[in-house]
């Protein structure tokens, strides 16, 4: 499959970066040589100077052999231009990246399509239903659905001073032979740890469990983590992730939005019926304590400021509120931002080229999905008739050992799996792992 993606910026090269290592005829355009420099040499994808709306460095690309063309400037109505001239020069599919959420309604969408502009994305509506998923399984650092939520993967941290069951456990105990939930991974400082049976939980570690919807109760029960109803949020900033997710939290939710700019507070009254706005700096501790952030139930920091979320986060946190979230937009912050326990991190970028990477691969038998706060993937593979991986138990199958099995779904139905599991042809199996084992995994399921 040829590929090629205009706009060399964070979300460009992130999905640049994860559709190399799949094979795929990877091009990356941009203006800036800035840009681009360095990837060519590093990952396996070619690079070119140009404009995405030059019919010239279109054709010179060339686009009419494309079969996705993907443009992911900052610009809306570049991307635009750039997927329309794509698409009568000859690309097969185009998605762009906008920012109007008026684009995304199914009549608009359809005009679009007839133009010749396959696929629209819009970060910010990503970016939101991220949060009201957050504050949803708030217990939760992170929660992600597997095969068509069928199995959930559940990422908690485990707190010294809390009820967690788990904690001094050996694997090989039989302690976690219910066969409830499987502790997949752990997160420990800055280390990725694929537990065997000697290994057990401690504290302060970042544990990835995969489990049935029906037992995530008993999951939550056992990390030592309390049910909690989230009823008042607080957003700090106004911007078009705060207005978004506002508009899709429950009607019962009491909410608040802090933003500094008056004509912008004046804006938000009119769009955000739903919500209180209050002119306000929500990086100054004691506006915070006034407008009651002491009895708020979830803080969401969402300014354009990566520095002033993740202060505004600690903040919350010293005030006692339990569920914070943070947009951090530049990922080199991310891991000190994980580090400092601030609650949910997010990043448009990442979600975006994620979300754009998943709707790629969803027709192939290979799904991956990249886990931002761990160097892990989730990687969901089927096993075919007569596969290395269907002939032995799991056990005897000698798997590399950066790699875990966390469950698998067979017949619609959600499994999880132990040593004596039988893998059995078509069933679609949830496998955590290290980037650089995917190839080798994929040798094991044909």
Known sequence: MRIAIAGAGEVGTHLAKLLSRENMDICLIDGNQEHLQDLEANYDLMTRVGSPTSIHDLKDLP???VDLFIAVTPHESQNITACLLANQLGAKRTLARVDNYEYLLPANKQIFEKMGLNHLIYPEVLAANEIEEALRTNWMRYHISLCKNALQLCVVKVYGNSDAEVIGKRFDSGFYSHGQYRIVLI???NRTIFPNGAD????GDMVYAVCTRENMDFL?????????EIRRVMFYGGTRI??????????DMQI????ADKERCYYLSEKVGNALIIHADGSQMETLKDEGIQDTDAFVAVTDSSEANIFACLAAKRFGVNKTIADVENIDYIPMAEGLNIGTVLNKKTITASYIYQMLLNASVLNVRNLTSADAEIVELVATEGSRITRNKIRDVNLPSDVSIGG??????????NGDTQIVPDDQVIVLCKSHNIRELERYFK
């Open 220 to 228: 939550r029960t056992q990390l030592g983590k309390p049910k909690r």
């Open 256 to 259: 608040k939005i802090l933003e």
């Open 200 to 203: 057990c939980v401690e504290e």
């Open 187 to 189: 997160k420990r400082d």
């Open 242 to 251: 705060a207005q978004k997710a506002a508009h899709s939290l429950p009607d």
């Open 63 to 65: 686009v009419k052999d």
């Open 408 to 417: 698998l779904v067979r017949a619609g139905e959600g499994l999880l799996v």
